[in-house]
């Protein structure tokens, strides 16, 4: 299914032919709910959705990509990799007030801005969750409506339907949505981590 398919769909199953000028904005809602939640519906986390990339900070500060939603991992490119911990930027006002350089071992996040912690100039490898692209006439496909026509779908009928008052029809596409959603989050979950090793450090009898 593309952009144009799934239009045609959406008019379709609703059997609303008044409504074809709204459809490419019932299609913008569902990715933004994708990528931020919407209610009851929880956002979509799924490592299809997974970038890393090398961020260069200026003044121990880097810029998120403008495509980021959710941090996974932040490593400091050091002579020896170093894992950052995040903490919340009030503890690392009052943990770090003398503003000292150094190895990192913490970062925080405000607003688009990542800030290191001791204050450090090496280069930050972030893995993140990075937003679904919209679809539009020129960009008419993305990697969810690939494996997941039947969401948008479902995703764009929730969103009419809250646009025209249909309660019902709300309620069954809220639920199809979700539960879809849901789905997706938990088998990616598992996959990633259901077969995970333990590795014990240190020394063993």
């Known amino acids: 299914m593309n952009y ?22 019932f299609i913008e809602f569902s990715t933004a709910m994708f990528n931020h939640g919407q209610g009851g519906v929880k956002p979509l986390r799924v490592r299809e959705m997974m970038a890393i990339e090398d961020l260069t900070p200026v003044s121990s500060v880097c810029t998120l990509p403008s495509d980021y939603l959710q941090y996974r991992r932040v490593v400091e490119l050091a002579s020896r990799r170093r894992d950052l911990q995040y903490v919340t930027p009030t503890y690392a006002d009052q943990e770090y007030s003398d503003r000292a350089s150094g190895l990192s071992s913490d970062f925080t996040i405000i607003g688009s801005s990542l800030y290191m912690f001791p204050l450090s100039s090496n280069d930050i490898e972030l893995t993140y969750y990075e937003a679904i692209p919209n ?8 990697w969810l409506l690939t494996k997941q026509p039947n969401l948008y779908l479902h995703a764009g ?6 646009f025209v008052k249909d309660n019902d029809l709300f309620s069954r596409s809220a639920a199809l949505v979700t539960a879809v959603i849901d789905g997706l989050n938990s088998s990616d979950l598992m996959a990633n ?13």
């Not at 799934?6 to 904005?25: E, G, M, N």
């Not at 679809?135 to 993305?142: E, F, P, Q, W």
């Open 193 to 205: 981590y259901a077969k995970a090793g333990t590795r014990i450090k240190g020394i063993t009898p």
């Open 135 to 142: 679809l539009s006439d020129i960009n008419t496909t993305n």
């Open 4 to 25: 144009s398919e799934l239009q045609t769909a959406l008019a379709d199953w609703s059997a609303r032919s008044d409504l074809t000028s709204y459809i490419p904005s």
């Open 157 to 162: 009928l929730m969103q009419l339907a809250m």
